[in-house]
């Protein structure tokens, strides 16, 4: 994850999601030549199950169903030509998608957002 120049904006997108991953990724390429990965994530909330998409440049070993991830990110609200209208779609688009098993680089990225968001709100 690249660090923010936190004194250059104004607001923050920062999302932190930790939970299991519940579709095999679907991989297209773009017009422009690049990859995009989608998949979803389940977490457990107080009020249950909730099912995120989330989307990946590139491709990720990683993301594979059943695989507990945390996912450092931004959600982003897209919109694209669906037949003859206009669909939107809320997604988490991640910057890393980090096993659970690596403690060591969960902590670190975590750390990194959990700077950030320190460092916006003058903490």
Avoid: Y
């Amino acid at each position: 994850m690249s660090a923010i120049a936190v004194d250059e904006i104004d607001n923050l997108n920062i999302v932190v999601l930790v939970g299991e991953v519940t579709s095999p990724p679907v991989s297209r390429e773009l017009p422009s030549g690049s990859v995009v990965s989608t998949f979803d994530v389940a977490t457990v909330t107080e009020n249950g199950r909730v099912s995120v998409p989330v989307s990946l440049e590139g491709e990720s070993e990683v993301a594979v169903v059943g695989a507990e991830v945390c996912i450092i990110g931004i959600v982003r609200r897209r919109f694209f030509r669906s037949g003859a209208s206009v669909a939107s779609r809320t997604e988490v688009v991640a910057q890393s998608v980090i096993s659970m098993r690596r403690r060591a680089q969960v902590r670190k990225a975590v750390g990194k957002a959990t700077d950030n968001l320190l460092a916006f709100l003058d903490v």
